[in-house]
C-alpha cells in the first residue's frame, strides 16, 4: 500500500482524512462520517476542514495536527480498522523525524547567514584540532623515519645503482664524507641526521689505552631512501634513465 510522503518543502506535522482513508484502505467519505460520529459521541474533537488539491476536483478533508490531533486520528484508525493502527503510530513517527530535520531555505538571508555562521564555526574547530595533532603526528613521522634505516649496500640496490656509484654520488651530495681517523669509513654528516635522512648506528665498542672507541655506520633512513631515488633518477644514473 502506498503511504502518504511528507517532504522537507512540507514539514507539517499533521495528517488528514484522506491520508487516513490511505492508511485504513476504505473509502474517504466512509472515513469522515467515522470522524464525525466519534466527534458527535465526544470521544474526540472535531479537527478543522480544509481544500485539498487532487488531480481532480478540490476535496474537503479534516485535518488532524498536533498532539491531540495525534491521540484523535489513532482513535479513529481503531474504530475503523483497528489492525492498522500500528501503521498510522508508524506514519506520525515519520513524520515527527521529518520535522525534526532543518529545513534549507536559500532564498532566506538570516537561514544562510546562521549557516554560515555553524559551518565557520565548525572549520575553526577542526583548525584548532589540526593544529593540536600536527606536533604528534611530526613526531610519529621521526619516529618512523629514524626506525626504520638501510645499509648504504641495500639503499644502492632498492634506488637501482651499483653500490660505488651509489657512495660517490652521497658523497657529491653531501650526504657523508670520509673519516680521516684512518679507517675511512663513511660518516653521515650532521645536518642530514638533523633532517632525519641520515642515522648513525654503533656497530662496535673497543676499549683503547686512550679509552673506549666507538665505530658507527652511516645508514640511511625510509624518509631519505625516498629522497635519494627521486635523486638518482633525476641525475640520470639508474640504468636506462636519461639524464
Known amino acids: 500500500m502506498n503511504m502518504p510522503i511528507l ?12 491520508e487516513i482513508s490511505l492508511l485504513v484502505d476504505s473509502r474517504s467519505d466512509n472515513v469522515k462520517r467515522a470522524i464525525e460520529r466519534l466527534a458527535i459521541k465526544g470521544v474526540i474533537t472535531l479537527p478543522p476542514m480544509e481544500e485539498k488539491q487532487t488531480a481532480g476536483r478540490p476535496a ?39 520535522a525534526a530535520q532543518p529545513v534549507m531555505d536559500l532564498n532566506n ?31 610519529l613521522d621521526d619516529i618512523a623515519a629514524t626506525t626504520s634505516t638501510f645499509c648504504i649496500r641495500d639503499a644502492a640496490k632498492t634506488v637501482g645503482v651499483s653500490e ?13 664524507y670520509r673519516s680521516k681517523d684512518g679507517y675511512n ?26 679509552g673506549p672507541q666507538v665505530f658507527t655506520q652511516a645508514r640511511i633512513t625510509s624518509k631519505g631512501l625516498t629522497r635519494l631515488a627521486a635523486m638518482v633518477r633525476d641525475a640520470g644514473l639508474v640504468e636506462g634513465v636519461a639524464a
Open 164 to 176: 660505488k656509484v651509489f657512495i660517490q654520488f652521497l658523497l657529491n651530495q653531501n650526504w657523508v
Open 109 to 139: 538571508p538570516e537561514f544562510l547567514r546562521q549557516a554560515l555562521l555553524g559551518y565557520t564555526e565548525k572549520v575553526i574547530e577542526l583548525e584548532h584540532k589540526v593544529q593540536k595533532l600536527e606536533p604528534k603526528a611530526q613526531a
Open 60 to 98: 474537503i478533508v479534516y485535518v488532524f495536527s498536533g498532539e491531540k490531533g495525534k491521540r484523535d486520528s489513532i482513535i479513529v484508525v481503531a474504530q475503523l480498522c483497528p489492525e492498522f493502527t500500528a501503521r498510522l503510530v508508524d506514519r506520525w513517527q515519520e513524520l515527527e523525524r521529518n
Open 7 to 18: 517532504t522537507q518543502n512540507n514539514p507539517k506535522q499533521s495528517i488528514d482524512s484522506d
Open 185 to 210: 669509513t663513511l660518516v653521515a654528516y650532521g645536518k642530514r641526521i638533523n633532517q632525519k635522512v641520515m642515522a648513525e648506528k654503533v656497530t662496535r665498542v673497543i676499549e683503547t689505552s686512550k
